[in-house]
């Protein structure tokens, strides 16, 4: 029998359906309150709504695991690659080789950039900041395929998909190459994603370049770690445009200005900025004052999550991975990751961060291996919004195939004023 949940205003009760998915906490069906009851449900910020039904990826904030279509992130950044990683959030299985060979081809074969689009960087002044050229040419990109696109078709969407993913690197490593004043290096088919990646951004004409190993594999392993996050603000965003019906290009260019925010995405550089500006361990106590204060602005950025209410599961792995990263280059004794472990070492015994279950998240420690790669502070959020694209497009094709989905439109409380006369300008 299906479960039910039962509210009543005191003088009439309603019986309201559960939804269960197979892992996690059930919902209460609130569809029907408006015509039976004459109420909303009221929450802003989104804290206790569910926005849909989704085979994708499933968090448990309390135990700190995430697991994308049912394996573990952990797991998967152990043994996996990113492009096969992309594969399983695209198509809800693993590859087998002939199939992963496949992919990899449409995806090899969808990295370069219209040459008209390519004129579009100078348009931006040198210092704009890489995450507003990427909203713009990713929004662009609408342009040059509209037409060509029906959403209601499976074969374009796998198709927008493939391009999306193909294309990111390309277009973020244009905008990093417009910002230092350097010819834009086109991407090589030979080479895996990252190296791609990597060779595209610090390759110059005048010099061979040889892509480091094992920088690739820590940005493989880092965007498998960023791929995918459920129903977070950049693909809840992304969804919510593309429910419209919208340009799917256009639809992602949303993902991406909402992933920016310093509260979201943006926090990679955010951590960065505040470890330089703290700069010295004995800092840290003052530093904590600060994120406590609630007369301060001040933030832990880095710290802290809607969901995980226990450590970020990505932030062990990356903490982890520091090490690795920091001794292949002879980096042991990285001043910003030393601060990094003292302040999560002060912050976790404090009782303010106890209390409130505030662990270092995904943002906290990325930033330290991509520093170690040369990749500039203002590049580390188009790193998230690349690793991320897979995960606004595996959302968008899963959203834009179920038959269920309608547009997304949210109600208010209103709380302006009632009808009121028009006063003519001369007697206001
Ligand atoms: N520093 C100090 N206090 C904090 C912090 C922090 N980083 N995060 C939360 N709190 C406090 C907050 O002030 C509140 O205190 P009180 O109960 O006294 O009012 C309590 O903890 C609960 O926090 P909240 O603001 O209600 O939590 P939220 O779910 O609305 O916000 C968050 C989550 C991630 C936006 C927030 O923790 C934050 O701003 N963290 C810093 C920015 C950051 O690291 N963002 C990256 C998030 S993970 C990657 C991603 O999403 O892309």
Not at 213 to 237: G, R, Y
Not at 295 to 313: Q, S
Not at 379 to 387: G, V
Request: charged share 20%; with cysteine.
């Amino acid at each position: 029998m299906a479960k039910t949940y039962q509210i009543s205003d005191g003088n009439t009760s309603s019986e309201l359906d559960l939804v269960e998915g197979t892992l996690g906490t059930p919902a209460v069906d609130v569809r029907g309150l408006a015509g039976t009851q004459g109420v909303f449900t009221y929450d802003p910020a989104f804290t206790a709504t569910c926005s849909c039904d989704s085979d994708i990826t499933f968090i448990d904030g309390e135990a700190g695991k995430l697991m994308y279509r049912g394996y573990s992130v952990e797991q998967l950044a152990e043994q996996s690659s990113y492009l096969e990683v992309c594969y399983l959030l695209l198509n809800g299985e693993l590859p087998n080789k002939t199939e992963m060979d496949e992919f990899r081809d449409a995806i090899t074969h969808h990295t370069m950039l219209n040459e008209s689009l390519v004129k579009f960087y100078d348009g931006f002044h040198y210092d704009a900041h890489p995450m507003a050229v990427l909203t713009g040419i990713v929004g662009s990109l609408s342009a040059f395929y509209h037409d060509k696109t029906d959403v209601r078709d499976p074969e374009h969407r796998k198709i927008f998909a493939h391009r999306m993913i193909a294309k990111m690197p390309t277009i973020a490593a244009a905008a990093y190459k417009h910002s230092v004043g350097q010819p834009k290096i086109g991407p090589k088919n030979q080479l895996d994603y990252t190296s791609n990646l990597l060779r595209m951004m610090f390759a110059v004409p005048a010099e061979e370049y040889e892509v480091d190993p094992v920088a690739a594999k820590a940005l493989d392993v880092l965007f498998i770690l960023h791929a995918d996050h459920e129903q977070n603000a950049s693909t809840s965003t992304v969804r919510m445009a593309g429910s419209t019906g919208a340009n799917p290009y256009a639809a992602i260019s949303t993902g991406i200005a909402a992933l920016w925010g310093p509260a979201h995405g943006g926090a990679n550089e955010a951590v960065l900025n505040m470890l330089a500006e703290i700069g010295d361990a004995s800092q840290v106590p003052k530093y904590l004052d600060k994120a406590k204060d609630k007369n301060d602005p001040f933030k832990l950025m880095g710290f802290g999550h809607r969901v995980y209410k226990n450590f970020d599961p990505r932030a062990k792995v990356i903490r982890g991975y520091c090490h690795q990263v920091l001794e292949h280059y002879n980096m042991q004794n990285n001043k910003l990751f030393e601060l990094a472990l003292e302040l999560e070492r002060v912050a976790l015994e404090d009782e303010y961060f106890v209390e409130r279950k505030l662990y270092p998240n995904v943002d906290f420690y990325s930033g330290i291996i991509y520093q170690a790669l040369g990749i500039p502070v203002n590049m580390f959020t188009p790193m998230f919004a690349i690793a991320r694209t897979v995960g606004w497009a595996s959302h968008w094709c899963e959203m834009m195939g179920d038959p269920k989905m309608r547009i997304a439109r949210p109600r208010q409380v209103y709380t302006g004023y009632d009808l009121r006369d028009y006063v003519d300008i001369d007697k206001r």
